[in-house]
C-alpha cells in the first residue's frame, strides 16, 4: 500500500535557527496535509497542498508541493520556542483517507 | 479549539476486559476517524466511518470495532484488551469537501 517516509525523525535546533522536515511517497500524492501536535497534546491542522509545485505561507511557516507531487516539505524560518512539538505529513488517498508520515519532533536546545 | 470532544480522558483496564470511548464529530461533519497513538509514535489509522458506515480499515484486528451514530457521533470498542492495546486514541471529524481533519483531546487508555 501507499507509504510516506518523513525524515528527520529528530531535529535540535538553537533557538532562532531553521527547521526543516522532508516528506517522500513513491506513488504520485492527491493531495497531502501537514499537522502539528504539541507535547501531550493531539494533531493540530496546518494546511493542506492539492497542486503540483504549490507553495503556501503561514507566517515563518512555508510548505511545497513537489513537481511531480511525491515530495513535500515544511520549512520554519528562525525558530520560536512555541514552535517546539512534533510536525506529520498526511498523504490523501482516493477513500477520504490519510497515510500519515512518522513525524519530526522539533526540541530547542536551551 | 475544535468542536470534537472524546470520553472518558483517561481509562485504566486490565488484559481481556471490554472497553468503550466515544467521540462527538464537528457540527458539519460527516466523517470520523479513529487513530491509536503509542508514545512517541505517529498516529496509526484504526478505521472510519462515513453516514455510519464503515469507510476503510486499517491493519487492525476485528477486535477493534466501532460504529457511527446518526448524529455522526461514533464509538470505538476494542474487546479482549491486551497490553499493546495501551496508547492514545484519537477521533478525528472532517467532511468530503476538503478533508481536513479536526481532532480530539484523546483517551489515554492503560492496559494493566
Known amino acids: 500500500g501507499q507509504q510516506v517516509m518523513q525524515i528527520p525523525q529528530y531535529q535540535h535546533v538553537q533557538e532562532g535557527e531553521d527547521f526543516t522536515t522532508y516528506c517522500n511517497s513513491s506513488?504520485?500524492?492527491?493531495?497531502i496535509q501537514w499537522y502539528k501536535q504539541r507535547p501531550g497534546g493531539h494533531p493540530v491542522f496546518l494546511i493542506q497542498?492539492?497542486?503540483s509545485g504549490e507553495v503556501k505561507k503561514q507566517k515563518r511557516l512555508t510548505f511545497q508541493f513537489g513537481e511531480a507531487k511525491k515530495n513535500s516539505s515544511l520549512h520554519i524560518t528562525a525558530t520560536q520556542t512555541t514552535d517546539v512539538g512534533t510536525y506529520f505529513c498526511a498523504a490523501g488517498d482516493s477513500n477520504y483517507q490519510l497515510i500519515w508520515g512518522a513525524g519530526t519532533k522539533l526540541i530547542i536546545k536551551p | 479549539e475544535t468542536g470534537v470532544t472524546q470520553s472518558p480522558t483517561h481509562l485504566i483496564k486490565t488484559r481481556g476486559q471490554q472497553v468503550t470511548l466515544r467521540c462527538s464529530s464537528q457540527?458539519?461533519?460527516?466523517?470520523v476517524s479513529w487513530y491509536q497513538q503509542a508514545l512517541g509514535q505517529g498516529p496509526q489509522f484504526i478505521f472510519q466511518y462515513y453516514r455510519e458506515e464503515e469507510n476503510g480499515r486499517g491493519n487492525f484486528p476485528p477486535r477493534f470495532s466501532g460504529l457511527q451514530f446518526p448524529n455522526y457521533s461514533s464509538e470505538l470498542n476494542v474487546n479482549a484488551l491486551e497490553l499493546d492495546d495501551s496508547a492514545l486514541y484519537l477521533c478525528a471529524s472532517s467532511s468530503r469537501r476538503d478533508n481536513e481533519q479536526f481532532f480530539g483531546p484523546g483517551t489515554r487508555l492503560t492496559v494493566l
Open positions: 457540527s458539519g461533519h460527516n466523517t
Open positions: 506513488t504520485t500524492l492527491s493531495n
Open positions: 497542498l492539492v497542486k
